[in-house]
Structure formats: C-alpha cells, structure tokens
C-alpha cells in the first residue's frame, strides 16, 4: 500500500470548509435552511422536487409506469432542484424535506398536502396509493421490500463510499478506493447471484425494488456512474447486465431517467416536466434547432 498522510482526529471536530473534495460547497455539519424560497407548485397534486441523480431517477420511473398503466391521478409536475447551486437548502424545500436531500415529494390530493422525503419511501408511498408494482401475495411483497431496503442500506457504500472517493475527493487515496470497491463488488456479487434465478429483484414481477435498483447498479454495471466499469471488471456480472438491458428497454423508464436531468447528451435531458407532452415538444424543438 502507498504512503499516505498520518491522520491524527484532534480532541474535538472542526469543520473546515476547504475539505470535502467536489462537493465542498453545499456540505456542511448543520441541517436547516441557509435562505428563503419558496416551493413552486404546478397543476398537477404530485408535485416532485428532485434532480436525475440515481435516488431522483427511481421516483420518475415510477411515475412515469404508473402514467403507462393509465393512472391518471399519477401526473405530476418535476421542478429541477440544483443542489449544486445550494437549491435544497431554500426554506421551501427544507420544509418538504428537513434532510435538504433530494428527491421530495408533495402530494396536494389530500385535505392537508402530504409530505413524503426519502426515495424509498416515495416508492412505497406511490405504490400503496396507486396499487402497483408492489406484490399483494404476502411471501412476494417481503422479498420486495427485502429488496427495496437493501437498496437503502447498500447504496450509501456505492455512493458516499467507492463514488465518492474513486470519482470525486481530492485525491486519491488507496485504502477508502480498496476499502469500498471490495464492498461494492461483492455487492454486485450479490445481485448476480439473485437475478441469475430471478428475472426482476422480486422474482418474476417488476416491482419497485427494480425501480430502486436499477438507477444505481444498472447504471454502474453499463459504466454510467463514476466511469468505474473496467475498474470493478462490471462484464463480469453478466445477470446484472441482462437485467440492467431488460428493465431500460421499457418506454416509462426511458422517460423517467430524463426527467430533471442537466448532464450528459441533450437528447437524454428533461429539465422540467408539466405534462406528457414534454417529452414530444422537447424532441421537436430539438429538430427544429437543427434544421
């Protein structure tokens, strides 16, 4: 292993604003809002506060299944949120989520709005309100739940581990890089071994565990996020990658991960979304510009 700087923690943490690497700017040791904004509201009761990151993406594919499967009630409008730009501590957005994370979801159809934070948990939520991609057999509901909070409890090593320090700290440092891809690999090792009996996370039912799943380790395995393929020898997981494939076929998952995106090509970003016309007057304009 490589020399690295000794490390002694001092008797009582400080912060230091300089540390932190890429995202320095908006992280800090306190909760609660740094300026007063309000929350727009659109036409729709679902009103989503969020950014196409992958916890953002799993809440417009949703969506956007539910809209496919004809609920009307599922329509929302999606304002774009740059966290980079401190968005999610503005007063409105802390007030729909004290965690200043995003997604955020406001939900108008009930006498008092209704407040729901935590990706996992607008899943849930959309699909106890809706009555979809959630299985009502007792045995299948547990493994997707199973499922969905594996997502919850194993991203953050994905994440704000292996992501965080093979990608985005200030310098690259071997233990944390080791540290969390062995992590990451062996979490990629899990689901191999899974979808090698199952065709969806669930079993043989798409499901909101699929949705939860597939924005992080989907997009990971196809070098999507953190450019880390070739790193973590992704080709290896070839179920993971027959299910990454499988699930973005599907139209509604095509539309949702273009939802609040600001990255990547053009043809792939839809930095609002009011309506399911977006999506058809997004592709003309673009036509048009390059006539």
Same mark, same amino acid.
């Given at each position: 292993?490589?020399?690295?700087?000794?490390?002694?923690?001092p008797?009582?943490?400080?912060?230091?604003r300089?540390?932190?690497?890429?995202?320095?700017?908006?992280? +800090?040791?306190?909760?609660?809002?740094?300026?007063?904004? *309000?929350?727009?509201?659109?036409?729709h009761?679902?009103?989503?506060?969020?950014?196409?990151?992958? $916890?953002?993406?799993?809440?417009? %594919?949703?969506?956007?299944?539910?809209?496919?499967?004809?609920?009307?009630?599922?329509?929302?409008?999606?304002?774009?949120?740059?966290?980079? @730009?401190?968005?999610?501590?503005?007063?409105?957005?802390?007030?729909? $989520?004290?965690?200043?994370? %995003?997604?955020?979801?406001?939900?108008?159809?009930?006498?008092?709005?209704? +407040?729901?934070?935590?990706?996992?948990?607008?899943?849930?939520?959309?699909?106890?309100?809706?009555?979809?991609?959630?299985?009502?057999?007792?045995?299948?509901?547990?493994?997707?739940?199973?499922?969905?909070f594996?997502?919850?409890?194993?991203?953050?090593?994905?994440?704000?581990?292996?992501?965080?320090?093979?990608?985005?700290?200030?310098?690259k440092?071997?233990?944390?890089?080791?540290?969390?891809?062995?992590?990451?690999?062996?979490?990629?090792?899990?689901?191999?071994?899974h979808?090698?009996?199952?065709?969806?996370?669930?079993?043989?039912?798409?499901?909101?565990? *699929?949705?939860? %799943?597939?924005?992080?380790?989907?997009?990971?395995?196809?070098?999507?996020?953190?450019?880390?393929?070739?790193?973590?020898?992704?080709?290896?997981?070839?179920?993971? %990658?027959?299910?990454?494939?499988?699930?973005?076929? +599907?139209?509604?998952?095509?539309?949702?991960?273009?939802?609040?995106?600001?990255?990547?090509?053009?043809?792939?970003?839809?930095?609002?979304?009011? $309506?399911?016309? *977006?999506f058809?007057?997004?592709?003309? *304009?673009?036509?048009?510009?390059? @006539?």
């Amino acid at each position: 292993m490589t020399d690295a700087p000794i490390y002694t923690p001092p008797t009582v943490w400080t912060w230091d604003r300089e540390s932190g690497g890429r995202f320095a700017n908006i992280n +800090r040791p306190i909760a609660g809002s740094t300026h007063e904004k *309000d929350l727009p509201v659109g036409q729709h009761p679902l009103q989503l506060y969020s950014l196409a990151t992958p $916890n953002g993406v799993k809440v417009t %594919i949703m969506l956007e299944e539910l809209l496919a499967l004809g609920h009307s009630g599922a329509e929302y409008d999606a304002w774009l949120i740059k966290i980079g @730009d401190g968005d999610q501590f503005g007063s409105g957005f802390v007030g729909a $989520n004290p965690n200043s994370k %995003i997604p955020a979801l406001m939900d108008h159809s009930t006498s008092t709005p209704i +407040r729901v934070f935590e990706s996992g948990a607008i899943l849930l939520y959309l699909a106890e309100k809706f009555g979809e991609f959630l299985p009502t057999d007792l045995a299948k509901r547990t493994e997707c739940l199973s499922w969905l909070f594996w997502q919850m409890g194993s991203a953050p090593y994905l994440g704000g581990g292996f992501g965080h320090f093979y990608a985005y700290a200030p310098m690259k440092i071997e233990y944390p890089i080791n540290r969390f891809a062995m992590e990451v690999k062996r979490q990629l090792d899990v689901l191999d071994r899974h979808l090698a009996e199952n065709e969806y996370m669930a079993g043989d039912e798409y499901s909101i565990a *699929d949705m939860a %799943i597939w924005p992080w380790y989907g997009a990971l395995v196809v070098n999507k996020v953190y450019e880390a393929a070739e790193f973590l020898e992704a080709h290896t997981y070839t179920h993971v %990658i027959r299910w990454n494939q499988e699930i973005g076929k +599907r139209e509604a998952v095509q539309r949702g991960r273009m939802v609040n995106r600001v990255g990547g090509e053009l043809s792939e970003q839809l930095h609002e979304r009011h $309506n399911a016309s *977006d999506f058809q007057n997004r592709t003309q *304009d673009k036509l048009e510009k390059s @006539d």
